[in-house]
């Protein structure tokens, strides 16, 4: 399938691909109104900042990012396949140059799971250092922050099985699973792109 297929015809851009960057863009305000107020909170507890973000930690979270950040590169690869219209891999399972979508998208699924496993057993260590939502401003931000994340990651995962499931069940793979590619790794760079800026503003700046 030709590249300039998934992007309308006669050049036009996809209706589906324009609607996914404008409902997008509405969630980008609601991320900043996120940041926004994390960054309001904290600066009248400068104080209760400074001794939860002690507790944070910062080397686990940074494998934790790495790895999120690695499944865009994977889920991008993923695209290419399907703008080539390679479905499946074409030789070894170990020889990653004839990976198709299912194969790139299936690890990155893999990688997103391993985030939010890894995002579920930092919660549970903060709990038993007493940083719940209920305990301070801190805790009710840091899990209102990364906890609306995590929901959009979890939606990004779901997503990938729904288009791994349309390419088993379909006999061919047509242009609307390759538009559905697309649209996903849309959404992915952007759960990704949020988590780099939570990331440095929740860990990384003191």
């Given at each position: 399938?030709?590249?300039?297929?998934?992007?309308?015809?006669?050049?036009?851009?996809?209706?589906?691909?324009?609607?996914?960057?404008?409902?997008?863009?509405?969630?980008?305000?609601?991320?900043?109104?996120?940041?926004?107020?994390?960054?309001t909170i904290r600066s009248v507890s400068s104080d209760l900042w400074q001794q939860n973000t002690d507790?944070?930690?910062?080397?686990?979270?940074?494998?934790?990012?790495?790895?999120?950040?690695?499944?865009?590169?994977?889920?991008?690869?993923?695209?290419?396949?399907?703008?080539?219209?390679?479905?499946?891999?074409?030789?070894?399972?170990?020889?990653?140059?004839?990976?198709?979508?299912?194969?790139?998208?299936?690890?990155?699924?893999?990688?997103?799971?391993?985030?939010?496993?890894?995002?579920?057993?930092?919660?549970?260590?903060l709990v038993q250092e007493d940083v719940t939502i209920?305990?301070?401003?801190?805790?009710?931000?840091?899990?209102?922050?990364?906890?609306?994340?995590?929901?959009?990651?979890?939606?990004?995962?779901?997503?990938?099985?729904?288009?791994?499931?349309?390419?088993?069940?379909?006999?061919?793979?047509?242009?609307?699973?390759?538009?559905?590619?697309?649209?996903?790794?849309?959404?992915?760079?952007?759960?990704?792109?949020?988590?780099?800026?939570?990331?440095?503003?929740?860990?990384?700046?003191?």
């Amino acid at each position: 399938m030709p590249a300039s297929r998934l992007h309308g015809q006669h050049g036009r851009p996809d209706m589906v691909s324009v609607g996914t960057i404008i409902w997008l863009s509405s969630e980008l305000m609601f991320f900043a109104a996120l940041f926004a107020s994390y960054f309001t909170i904290r600066s009248v507890s400068s104080d209760l900042w400074q001794q939860n973000t002690d507790l944070l930690n910062i080397p686990f979270a940074s494998v934790n990012t790495t790895i999120l950040v690695l499944s865009s590169l994977t889920c991008q690869l993923g695209v290419f396949a399907a703008e080539r219209g390679q479905v499946g891999r074409t030789g070894s399972l170990l020889d990653v140059r004839g990976w198709g979508l299912r194969e790139w998208f299936i690890l990155t699924y893999v990688m997103g799971a391993i985030f939010i496993a890894g995002q579920a057993t930092e919660y549970a260590t903060l709990v038993q250092e007493d940083v719940t939502i209920q305990s301070s401003a801190y805790g009710s931000m840091f899990y209102l922050t990364t906890g609306f994340h995590g929901i959009h990651v979890t939606g990004g995962l779901i997503a990938f099985l729904f288009v791994l499931g349309r390419t088993y069940l379909a006999r061919r793979f047509t242009h609307e699973q390759a538009v559905s590619a697309v649209v996903v790794s849309y959404y992915w760079h952007f759960v990704d792109v949020v988590w780099i800026g939570l990331f440095a503003t929740i860990y990384l700046v003191k």
